[in-house]
């Protein structure tokens, strides 16, 4: 059972356009909300992250909005640039174990591909 | 420089044999990971650790095992009992609940069991 997932595998947009990448998630849990980028072969790069009571964050070309009552939540690249095409990954984690800093869980990704 | 290490980045193993990965920061993070990442999927995570002598279990622990002697390294072994072990590895540390969480990943390790 997914708990967050990513229902776009790949996701193709304009240079100079908005890209819009989604996640929904199930577990009411989850507190705290994280994007990461990747390359093949190579290990995830945190990107930006939001915690659930906040329901926007912005840093630079990206901004993340949170909607807690429909558990969704999406990022925002403005500009898309050529350097941004790579797999973005959804990620949440809650406040299972005490309080402890448990792992996170990730959907399976969106591949987005940035055409000139 | 702080960062994540992982070597190595490429192991091969021949079926039956344990093999450990190894994972070590150097950010003074408390708390440590490790997920794997098969094609067309997220990553799962297999154990974690939240201080020096402590581990838990996560999704996947079947077949794996870590230890946590030193905060800046948490080696994870493959062993024999992993059914489907060919997988890339990802390492990862955080601050702990009081960072919010955030992990920060190494480069990975792909193994592959011949």
Redesign the interface.
Known sequence: DQQ?KQNSPSLSVQEGRISILNCDYTNSMFD?F?W?KKYP??????LI?I?SIKDKNEDGRFTVFLNKSAKHLSLHIVPSQPGDSAVY?C?A?G?Y?G???????????THLIIQP | DGGITQSPKYLFRKEGQNVTLSCEQNLNHDAMYWYRQDPGQGLRLIYYSQIVNDFQKGDIAEGYSVSREKKESFPLTVTSAQKNPTAFYLCASSMGRAGGNTQYFGPGTRLTVL
């Open positions: 967050v705290y994280l990461y072969a190579e290990g995830p790069t945190f992250s915690s990954f990620a984690s406040v174990s309080g402890g800093a448990d792992g996170l869980t990730f959907g399976k990704g």
